[in-house]
């Protein structure tokens, strides 16, 4: 079973910074890709930004130009920085690894932006 722990959420005023990271139990080499979603109160959960083992990003056109997905194989750490925080980024924002049937999630961790 792989763990995924995500870790550096908080509570931030709008216009700031945070950066998120997810610590894997294993090799994040052995996933095809890794991501991060989030979800809000009555909302569904939203892809935010993933990364693939050939380092190609993908952005949910809400944060592009300001959150950046980035990882670090040798930590087997992925991390999304989130610069120009707005209220609307509040969520609960979850990692996620992909394997060729399935995948897995961690915890989740809260971001909270006010205003």
């Known amino acids: 079973q792989v ?9 931030v005023q709008a216009g700031g910074s945070l950066r998120l990271s997810c610590a894997a139990s294993r090799s994040i080499l052995s996933f095809l890709s890794m991501g991060w979603y989030r979800q809000a109160p009555g909302n569904q959960r939203e892809l935010v ?3 693939t083992n050939g380092d190609s990003t993908n952005y949910a056109d809400s944060v592009k130009g300001r959150f950046t997905i980035s990882r670090d194989n ?31 999630w961690g915890q989740g961790t809260q971001v909270t932006v006010s205003s």
Do not use: H, W
Request: charged share 15%; proline share 2%; glycine share 12%.
């Open 49 to 51: 930004a993933s990364i």
């Open 74 to 104: 040798a930590k087997n750490t992925v991390y999304l920085q989130m610069n120009s925080l707005k209220p609307e980024d509040t969520a609960v924002y979850y990692c996620s690894a992909r394997i060729n049937i399935g995948g897995f």
């Open 3 to 11: 763990q995924l722990v995500e870790s550096g959420g908080g509570q």
